[in-house]
């Protein structure tokens, strides 16, 4: 039964084929057609030395959405490019975001991206918050929690121009997901996010062999050891349960300053119990949450041009 529903969304209803999580999942990010949009590629300089690559369309209009991917992602996900059609059929101009070392090009610095790092949203959101009345952001998976976690932390300052906000699939209980995703049941993605993820630390160390240290590679069984011995010490945590803490979104939702629209599917095979907080568990009036029955991650397929949640993203932004 569906959850936290508000009525002009509507309700999600697959094939009786697509209500299999791993199959909704699956079948969109492997099968759909993905409408394809103009874009323009951009090397963004940041203000420590390093850069990631944008894909933009700005015509001037009014409002600008900026879309973040989620782990191991790109700008050429086919959720990204779903997106990103509807965006500019809209009238939205749009920057999709390839995190540092997404895109196929390897960043300079020693450190990449991960599901806190926030310092990229920012620099984007300052960079355009006087060219546009409205500045909204559309986070899917990792990009969702580090979406969350900007508007919530409260270590930036965010212009008066962000206003909208929507997350989509978020483990933002991570330690719990990174459990949902070691179980056997989902070992397909543990292998697919490790190949790609060892590679770039192997690509790493031939940058700065003096700064990872890739022996301990041979200790790396799952995505667990990954942020163990490298995602986290990487980038100043711990290890794996001290970046899960401080990076996490949930427990600082309750101090979103925006409109918020969180979307999990309760079939999502990555998001642990606790990725679902109940509407009266908190008091904040920006959040919303739409938990519908089935959807996968990042799934909800309908057509090949429309996925229900783009749908759904479309809405919420006209509100």
């Known amino acids: 039964m569906e959850s936290n529903v508000a009525p002009n969304f509507g309700i999600y209803k697959p094939s ?30 940041t203000p420590d030395g390093d850069f990631f690559d944008i894909e ?50 390897m960043n300079r610095l020693p450190t990449m991206y991960h599901s806190g790092f926030t310092q990229d949203l920012h620099f984007l959101v300052e960079k355009y918050a006087d060219a546009y ?10 990009g969702g929690n580090i979406t969350l976690k900007y508007i919530s932390d409260g270590y ?60 301990k590679m041979k200790l790396v069984k799952n995505l667990y050891d990954i942020d163990e011995f490298f995602t986290g010490p990487l980038h100043g945590f711990k290890g794996a349960d001290d ?18 629209l969180i979307i999990n599917a309760l079939d999502d095979p990555f998001l642990s119990p606790a990725c679902y ?16 029955s089935y959807g996968g991650h990042v799934g909800f397929f309908d057509t090949h041009k429309t996925c229900w949640h783009e749908s759904v993203i479309i809405k919420y932004l006209h509100q």
């Open 16 to 45: 009786i084929l697509l209500r299999h999580a791993h199959v909704n999942t699956i079948f969109t990010a492997r099968c759909r057609r993905t409408p394809m949009v103009e874009s323009q590629k951009v090397s963004i300089e």
């Open 56 to 105: 933009q369309n700005r015509s001037n209009r009014n409002e600008l959405v900026i879309v973040l991917h989620g782990l191991e992602g790109d700008t050429e996900s086919q959720y990204i490019r779903g997106l990103c059609y509807h965006l500019h059929h809209h009238n939205f101009d749009f920057i999709a975001v390839n995190h540092r070392s997404c895109g196929g090009q």
């Open 133 to 142: 009345k409205q500045i909204h952001i559309v986070g899917f998976s990792l």
């Open 156 to 215: 930036y300052s965010l212009p008066e121009t962000v206003s909208k906000v929507v997350a989509v699939s978020v483990p933002m209980d991570l330690a719990g997901s990174l459990q949902e995703i070691l179980k056997l049941k989902n070992k397909i993605y543990d292998k697919m996010f490790l190949s790609t993820l060892k590679k770039k630390i192997v690509e790493k160390h031939k940058q700065f062999p003096d700064h990872i240290p890739i022996e």
């Open 243 to 260: 970046y899960y803490e401080k990076c996490s979104a949930l427990p600082l939702l309750h101090n979103a300053s925006v409109k918020t």
């Open 277 to 292: 907080p109940k509407k009266d568990s908190f008091t904040n009036p920006n959040v919303q949450l739409l938990y519908p």
